[in-house]
């Protein structure tokens, strides 16, 4: 059964349709509220909370988007709302002036990072801690935008919809967000820039051939 | 167009502005930026994979009890039924212990009981010994004469003892 049939027969209580639209997108949920609240207890009490609530309101989803985006909206306005109630939201950290400034600077974005191959990367544990910490030295609205964005895809426009703010706020916050990143995760670069061994051996062996 | 700063070649990368080419040094910012979203992605999901089970277990249960339609009233059977699955286990320590006291009964009573109603024996006389005639087998009454007389009235009977002394006159 697709989404929409799973929804039609949560509304008309079937509770194990609704189990299966949980068992699809919890942890992609999970994911969105962690990445937003970097605290797993608070992350799982509003995926749940988010949960209930759309079965709460399954009568005004309307089908004109996916089950998982309408879901995701709650999430990140849970997860929000969330930073707001325990006062952790500090404030603007940067306007669209701050974002014009920076774009004049030539080298505000770094033009490589860890070699281009992402998923190896994820496969060292020292890199893991490093993303992990950088994430955590992000702002709140910083790291909030970095993850609708790089989780969902989300447009600027969605994503100022979702933090009450301006197009340009998110800009800002994005820009300022993935600048801190790269330049808390520079110095790996010159490390994943050397060949490992594996691409040592690969070498060789097309040399030979 | 071409962009001419880091943030519209952010824009580009993420889709919102549309640029016909871009120099290398931008192409490798829009790469950057790209590569910046895939670890971000990855790690995420990593993290979000590795939460136990057992934690969306739990979630589970609590968000069904939570979207279970209300339940209706009670009725008297499942009220009993609630309270005994309640008690069950008070209960059936209470009846094995019944039944162990039972037995042990059974088995210390011994053989002297085997008269016991039911055994097939003589029934005992249970009645109390207030309610058993009075039966006088001798009565030695030293210088004088003794009478016994039992009397019945609607109460019973009373047995009365009436002693003379020999040198008295009877009536005086």
Known sequence: ?209 | MKPTSDAELMQHADGERRDDALDPTGRAKVDAIHELGELVRGHVELGADAVPDARFDTMWRAIDDAIAPPARAPGLWHRVSRWFDHYRGHIITGAVSAGAVAALALVLRGPSDAGSPGSGGAALDVRPAAFRPTEIESLDTPGGTGTVFNLKDEDGSTTVIWVTPDDSVEGI
């Not at chain 1, 949960?51 to 005004?60: E, G, Q, T």
């Not at chain 1, 014009?100 to 281009?116: I, V, W, Y």
């Not at chain 1, 909030?144 to 989300?154: K, Q, Y």
């Open chain 1, 1 to 209: 059964m697709d989404d929409l049939e799973l929804v039609q027969a949560a509304r008309r209580g079937d509770r194990d349709a609704f189990r299966t639209l949980f068992e699809r997108y919890h942890r992609r949920a999970y994911g969105l509220a962690h990445g937003v609240l970097r605290n797993q207890d608070d992350a799982l009490d509003v995926v749940q909370e988010a949960f209930i609530k759309a079965h709460k309101y399954l009568d005004k989803f309307e089908g004109t988007s996916s089950f998982y985006t309408w879901l995701y909206r709650i999430v990140m306005n849970l997860a929000i709302d969330h930073l707001r109630k325990h006062r952790r939201v500090k404030p603007v950290e940067l306007d669209e002036q701050q974002l014009e400034a920076a774009g004049g600077d030539a080298d505000a974005l770094l033009p490589r990072l860890l070699g281009g191959n992402p998923g190896r990367a994820l496969l060292d544990k020292e890199i893991r801690e490093r993303i992990d910490q950088a994430l955590g030295e992000l702002s709140d609205n910083h790291r909030a935008v970095l993850i609708m964005r790089e989780l969902e895809g989300l447009s600027y426009e969605d994503m100022a919809q979702a933090m009450g703010c301006s197009k340009g706020t998110i800009m800002s916050r994005l820009f300022h967000a993935r600048k801190n990143m790269q330049k808390r995760l520079a110095d790996l670069v010159e490390r994943a820039a050397l060949p490992d061994e594996d691409d040592a051996v690969d070498e060789a062996a097309r040399s030979r051939a």
